[in-house]
């Protein structure tokens, strides 16, 4: 499904994702509409699925997380029930904030915060490890964050593809 963004359109997205704590009436303002169709242009673009939530941002240093590591992994053998079981079991690790699988060398490329090293090398040991299949794991360790994950670039384009679901 096509859905077609103007600037207008852009605009929300942008101060949404700066701000998602704004109201409809400061975003109508900002983008000089009133605030039912402002209203009405996010609601279009939730249903659509190109605001699939408004969050909170936490500080991962002030929660006690010094450590981010990047962690890739090979897994034995990938078939179908070998793959999906290794997710199962990544999914439930809660200090894993971020998992792709990828092409390259490794499988997969997990994202994982503790808080300090020796607590990284606990969650390694025990249980990054010790997942289903895993027959080599590499890591690197973050010295520095230059720039987060944290906004999307907005297409330039008029039309953008809506997500069949989250």
């Known amino acids: ?12 997205l942008g101060a949404l994702q700066r701000n998602a704590r704004q109201t409809t009436g400061e975003l109508a303002q900002m983008t000089g509409l009133s605030q039912s169709p402002c209203w009405r242009r996010i609601r279009r673009m939730e249903e659509a699925g190109l605001i699939q939530g ?6 991962r240093s002030a929660l006690g997380y010094g450590v981010v590591a990047f962690v890739s992994v090979s897994i034995d053998f990938q078939t ?17 904030v971020m998992f792709h699988g990828v092409t390259g060398l490794a499988d997969f490329l997990l994202m994982v915060v503790a808080e300090d090293l020796e607590d990284f ?46």
Not at 1 to 12: P, S, T
Not at 54 to 59: E, F, M, Q, T
Not at 148 to 166: Q, S
């Open 54 to 59: 408004y969050h909170a941002r936490l500080s």
């Open 121 to 166: 090398s606990r969650l390694l040991q025990r249980k990054l490890h010790r997942l289903p299949g895993v027959k080599q794991v590499q890591s690197s360790i973050s010295l520095q964050e230059f720039k987060r994950f944290d906004d999307l670039p907005l297409p330039a384009k008029a039309a953008v593809n809506a997500p069949a679901g989250p």
């Open 1 to 12: 499904m096509k859905i077609d963004l103007d600037d207008v359109d852009r605009q929300l």
């Open 80 to 96: 179908e029930a070998r793959s999906a079981e290794f997710v199962e079991a990544v999914r439930a690790i809660p200090e894993v």
